[in-house]
């Protein structure tokens, strides 16, 4: 990490915490799965990336000769926190129970007005009676 002016020191003290949560994340996904493993492995991602990403950024700034500008640097120090409120959210949208459509009622069976039709019979065993 030097050749891109980063002391190893501060980049395992970044990438670590993400790390290791991905690790215990898959062991109790493992263990106990969740009704949406892919929302919570985007979500365990998408923080792995965050944490890394000034890293490729500054790799990127290096590779194309733009190091000295300071509008990319307020770029990633937007990005990074956007990007970890997504991994977030995901892990948000797993957690949360599914919305359940709304339920409607099967519609009855088609009965002309002498009660003559296609499950006359059913519809009359089905209907509530009238006292």
Do not use: C, H, S
Not at 8 to 34: D, H, K, S, T
Not at 94 to 110: I, K, M, Q
């Amino acid at each position: 990490m030097e050749f891109i002016g980063v002391p190893w020191f501060v980049a395992v003290r970044q990438l670590a915490p993400p790390l290791f949560l991905l690790a215990v994340g898959g062991a109790l996904m493992a263990w106990r799965p969740p009704r949406r493993r892919g929302l919570v492995w985007a979500a365990l991602a998408t923080n792995l990336v965050a944490a890394a990403l000034p890293y490729g950024w500054i790799g990127l700034q290096i590779l194309t000769d733009q190091a000295e500008r300071t509008v990319f640097g307020l770029v990633m120090t937007l990005l990074q926190p956007g990007v970890v409120v997504v991994a977030w959210l995901l892990l948000l949208a797993a957690v949360l129970p599914r919305p359940e459509a709304p339920t409607t009622p099967a519609p009855a069976a088609t009965v002309d007005a002498l009660g003559v039709g296609p499950g006359t019979e059913a519809v009359r065993r089905a209907a509530p009676r009238k006292t």
